[in-house]
């Protein structure tokens, strides 16, 4: 579909408060100008939903997908551009409307993370960023031990090439790895890493922790200063979650306990989880469960992680095991990420005056499956 102004009829909308049955709604110049049961009368094309479902676009905040497109086995690389394009349009297919790239600065320990390749996929993301069907912006991932990041995150910043920042920390003893033994059973099997890189890599890590808090109270600093966003990654403990709230850190992503969600939720502190965990049902590093976190009323967000595809699947596995009506479990990947990322204003929920970012899904077979996506109005995806 070339031109933006449409009806869509016949439609169930996932509205913020529920589910509105044979409804329509009208879009002009790629912005939800109306929305009401039964028809709207207007000329132009119109599109029959069928009883199909539409749901605000996804808004995934954590995926670091990006980097198997550029290295999908070890020392295998493909051209940053070719990987953006052709990611570009699965993420189209599985329903995501504005994606947050994932990428991360971690010096030494996988080869799409060092800081000088993070920098590359970053500006080349940016570069591109008006040739993408999908909206495109950058999560940048600051490995806190890796001081040698801060002067290309600061350039970054201060060129407006970031849209989201994480504080991550994977240091054995805490966080994601409780013990050695777990972070190189996982690097060594994932990343192909031999025993004595792992060593030289915990030991780096070790010794930098000295230093840690002056990198953090700088780049918090500058985050603060252009208005960035910023998260933290991998949180494990009420004190942990304290400092986010005294640090202004607003989001947290994959807490590994239910001591820390419970204490976000104390805080008001976003929580942002895995849908491959909700898919799945426990965590890959066998740490908290993201169904009993939502079950617990513990979790606002959902991201892919490095699974997009398993977004769509999270939702409606929340909904038929009754841990969430379908327009809540919406919510976590829609208008909650919308409000911790500031861009709520614009898109998120399928409401009057907002961006026409939608999904149609058809449910009528064995899965769910993405019929059309829309991105502002513009059709950026179909089956049908």
Same mark, same amino acid.
């Given at each position: 579909?070339?031109?933006?102004?449409?009806?869509?009829?016949?439609?169930?909308?996932?509205?913020?408060?529920?589910?509105?049955?044979?409804?329509?709604?009208?879009?002009?110049?790629?912005?939800?100008?109306?929305?009401?049961?039964?028809?709207?009368?207007?000329?132009?094309?119109?599109?029959?939903?069928?009883?199909?479902?539409?749901?605000?676009?996804? /808004?995934?905040?954590?995926?670091?997908?990006? @980097?198997? $497109? +550029?290295?999908? *086995?070890? !020392?295998?690389?493909?051209? &940053?551009? =070719?990987?953006?394009?052709?990611?570009?349009?699965?993420?189209?297919?599985?329903?995501?409307?504005? /994606?947050?790239?994932?990428?991360?600065?971690? @010096?030494? $320990? +996988?080869?799409? *993370?060092? !800081?000088?390749?993070?920098? &590359?996929? =970053?500006?080349?993301?940016?570069?591109?960023?008006?040739?993408?069907?999908?909206?495109?912006?950058?999560?940048?991932?600051?490995?806190?031990?890796?001081?040698?990041? +801060?002067?290309?995150?600061?350039?970054?910043?201060?060129?407006?090439? =970031?849209?989201?920042?994480?504080?991550?920390?994977?240091?054995?003893?805490?966080?994601?790895?409780?013990?050695?033994?777990?972070?190189?059973?996982?690097?060594?099997?994932?990343?192909?890493?031999?025993?004595?890189?792992?060593?030289?890599? =915990?030991?780096?890590?070790?010794?930098?922790?000295?230093?840690?808090?002056?990198?953090?109270?700088?780049?918090?600093?500058?985050?603060?200063?252009?208005?960035?966003?910023?998260?933290?990654?991998?949180?494990?403990?009420?004190?942990?979650?304290?400092?986010?709230?005294?640090?202004?850190?607003?989001?947290?992503?994959?807490?590994?306990?239910?001591?820390?969600?419970?204490?976000?939720?104390?805080?008001?502190?976003?929580?942002?989880?895995?849908?491959?965990?909700?898919?799945?049902?426990?965590?890959?590093?066998?740490?908290?469960?993201?169904?009993?976190?939502?079950?617990?009323?513990?979790?606002?967000?959902?991201?892919?992680?490095?699974?997009?595809?398993?977004?769509?699947?999270?939702?409606?596995?929340?909904?038929?095991?009754?841990?969430?009506?379908?327009?809540?479990?919406?919510?976590?990947?829609?208008?909650?990420?919308?409000?911790?990322?500031?861009?709520?204003?614009?898109?998120?929920?399928?409401?009057?005056?907002?961006?026409?970012?939608?999904?149609?899904?058809?449910?009528?077979?064995?899965?769910?499956?993405?019929?059309?996506?829309?991105?502002?109005?513009?059709?950026?995806?179909?089956?049908?």
């Amino acid at each position: 579909m070339s031109g933006r102004d449409f009806v869509i009829e016949n439609a169930a909308l996932v509205l913020p408060s529920g589910i509105a049955e044979r409804t329509s709604i009208k879009i002009e110049d790629g912005i939800i100008s109306k929305i009401r049961e039964g028809n709207i009368n207007s000329g132009g094309m119109r599109i029959n939903a069928q009883g199909r479902y539409i749901l605000p676009g996804f /808004i995934d905040l954590h995926s670091d997908a990006i @980097e198997k $497109e +550029i290295e999908p *086995r070890p !020392n295998s690389h493909f051209p &940053v551009n =070719i990987a953006l394009f052709e990611l570009d349009k699965k993420l189209a297919a599985c329903g995501v409307t504005t /994606i947050f790239h994932a990428v991360s600065f971690a @010096e030494g $320990e +996988i080869g799409v *993370r060092s !800081n000088k390749t993070a920098t &590359v996929i =970053i500006r080349e993301t940016n570069r591109l960023n008006a040739k993408m069907w999908v909206k495109t912006k950058v999560h940048a991932r600051f490995e806190i031990t890796d001081d040698g990041a +801060i002067p290309y995150l600061e350039d970054l910043l201060k060129d407006g090439c =970031i849209n989201l920042l994480s504080f991550m920390d994977h240091t054995p003893g805490q966080g994601q790895f409780n013990e050695v033994t777990s972070f190189k059973n996982y690097f060594g099997t994932v990343y192909k890493k031999s025993d004595a890189e792992l060593i030289k890599i =915990i030991d780096r890590k070790l010794a930098a922790k000295e230093s840690v808090k002056s990198h953090i109270d700088y780049v918090v600093a500058l985050c603060k200063s252009m208005n960035i966003p910023m998260a933290s990654h991998d949180d494990d403990s009420e004190e942990k979650i304290q400092w986010l709230t005294e640090t202004g850190i607003r989001i947290s992503e994959f807490p590994v306990n239910m001591e820390a969600v419970r204490s976000a939720k104390v805080s008001e502190i976003y929580v942002c989880l895995g849908s491959p965990n909700v898919l799945r049902g426990n965590s890959q590093a066998k740490n908290l469960s993201a169904r009993d976190a939502i079950s617990s009323g513990y979790a606002d967000i959902l991201c892919s992680d490095y699974s997009p595809m398993t977004i769509l699947h999270a939702v409606f596995t929340l909904e038929r095991l009754g841990i969430l009506p379908l327009h809540e479990a919406v919510h976590m990947v829609s208008l909650n990420p919308a409000k911790a990322a500031g861009i709520s204003e614009q898109t998120g929920s399928i409401e009057e005056g907002k961006d026409a970012d939608l999904v149609v899904v058809n449910t009528g077979d064995e899965i769910p499956r993405i019929a059309k996506t829309f991105v502002s109005g513009r059709e950026v995806f179909s089956v049908c």
